[in-house]
């Protein structure tokens, strides 16, 4: 049997893997839910009732079980008492004299929780940018307790699975893609690579080498050319930009050509496509649930902790407190938009965060393709149709694109090149095809030298080739 070589991209935002053998190299089938079914986005929703999904079912689970459902919290002690300090009351006697420090007294403070005690189940994202973060260790699902690798782990089991299939016996050894930076902390980088290491053991890959993705990419067009050259290659996901400046040798066969080829620099950040969203959701959708908005007799400004929450969908729950919910309503009873504080709490009570961070990165697509989109949210109170065209998105996400550019300029200069001497610029990843980053690459390289490479499958179809030869 023909020896099978694999190679997998598990990403923020969607992951892929294929495979390489005498027959060459494909990308596998691996969501038949998902509208592309080569990739799997990187989604997990476990049930109250312990089932485990992944990929597009797993959105599609949670949208169907939580939207308007009603959330009931509680506050829960966690058992354990903390040494809290608070201010001692002060002397109020005629001899009194303030000194320069505050008198305080040490108190044992019982540790509490707010939870959630009716959720019908968790949805999980984006957990490859949560692996180089130390303090999550593990988290509670409905009382039994999961490691970080473990949930990964989950997420990484269907495509084993779909290795399996492709070669007919249990594939032990993969090839790994990894972003140039999980963090620009060494220590935290370092906690994420042997986290993704052991995640990767539990789905069954028992030897796991791991390789820059964006090398990878460089490596799957390189090998199919002939000529020697410079190649720069800009991969933007959901939670990273890593830019690879790479030198082939033109000759011999497909293991000469990457044997005689070197690394002249890497660079990258952890600012990516979920960036993007942040920034659009905090331009467009902010003031539409009222974050200009005043209140009160003194006509206040609104408390933006409250907004933060729309983009980081996954704590509006905390939101749905009675106190709060009542706090909301008397403001918009005395508003200047009251209509937009109404919107904000049937988000919040209505559990409706995470539909409308996916209207905004359909709309966020969109723009790659046409010269303006809709962001339509109608959904109960909430009444919202804000058009953007790409000239506004442009500015809304300019600082995000500075960054993201400035990782291109510390791979060009690392490699010690001025920018005519690249001789080609290669893009993938969705982020990639947002035309203000293509603008940014031209402007700096010429229009002639940027080639799109395949969005979702360039870095896995470059790690198998990897594989196959190391």
Excluded at 326 to 338: F, K, R, T, V, Y
Excluded at 444 to 462: C, K, L, N, P
Aim: glycine letters at 8%; aromatic letters at 8%.
């Amino acid at each position: 049997m023909t020896e099978t070589f694999c190679g997998v991209d598990f990403g923020t935002t969607n992951s892929s893997v294929a495979v390489a053998n005498g027959a060459g190299v494909r990308v596998l089938e691996l969501d038949p839910a998902n509208d592309n079914v080569t990739t799997l986005p990187s989604l997990l929703y476990i049930s109250r009732e312990g089932e485990r999904i992944v990929g597009r079912s797993a959105a599609d689970a949670f949208i169907d079980r939580n939207v308007d459902r009603e959330v009931i919290l509680k506050r829960v002690d966690l058992g354990v008492e903390i040494e809290g300090y608070i201010p001692s009351e002060p002397d109020k006697s005629e001899g009194y004299r303030p000194g320069a420090e505050q008198q305080e007294m040490r108190e044992a403070v019982r540790a509490q929780a707010t939870v959630e005690v009716n959720s019908p189940g968790r949805l999980f994202q984006s957990l490859k940018s949560s692996l180089r973060f130390d303090a999550f260790r593990s988290t509670e699902v409905f009382g039994e307790h999961f490691q970080i690798e473990e949930l990964t782990a989950m997420i990484l089991e269907p495509i084993k699975a779909a290795v399996d299939r492709a070669a007919g016996t249990c594939v032990e050894r993969a090839v790994f893609g990894r972003p140039v930076r999980f963090s620009r902390m060494p220590a935290q980088d370092q906690l994420a690579e042997d986290r993704l290491r052991r995640a990767a053991s539990l789905a069954g890959f028992k030897e796991t080498i791991f390789f820059y993705e964006p090398v990878a990419a460089c490596v799957e067009y390189a090998v199919a050319t002939d000529r020697k050259q410079r190649l720069m290659v800009v991969d933007i996901g959901g939670g990273t930009c890593d830019v690879c400046v790479m030198e082939f040798g033109g000759t011999g066969t497909e293991a000469e050509r990457l044997s005689g080829s070197r690394i002249l620099s890497v660079s990258g950040v952890p600012t990516a496509g979920d960036a993007v969203d942040r920034d659009l959701i905090r331009a467009k959708l902010y003031p539409c649930f009222g974050s200009n908005a005043r209140y009160g007799p003194s006509q206040l400004p609104m408390p933006q902790y409250l907004f933060r929450n729309i983009a980081e969908w996954q704590n509006l729950y905390k939101l749905n407190t009675e106190e709060i919910i009542n706090w909301l309503i008397a403001a918009e009873a005395s508003s200047d938009q009251p209509r937009a504080l109404r919107a904000l709490r049937y988000l919040i009570q209505h559990n409706y965060g995470y539909p409308v961070r996916r209207i905004v990165e359909a709309a966020k697509k969109q723009l790659s393709f046409e010269e303006e989109a809709m962001i339509d949210i109608r959904h109960g109170v909430i009444d919202i149709l804000e058009r953007v065209n790409r000239q506004e998105f442009n500015v809304i996400i300019e600082d995000t694109l500075d960054e993201m550019m400035g990782s291109v300029i510390d791979a060009e200069e690392a490699a010690q090149l001025r920018p005519e001497q690249v001789d080609m610029v290669l893009t993938t990843g969705g982020t990639s095809l947002i035309p203000a980053v293509r603008q940014m690459l031209e402007e700096r390289y010429g229009a002639g030298r940027i080639r799109q490479r395949d969005t979702f499958s360039s870095v896995a179809m470059g790690l198998a080739i990897v594989a196959r030869h190391s």
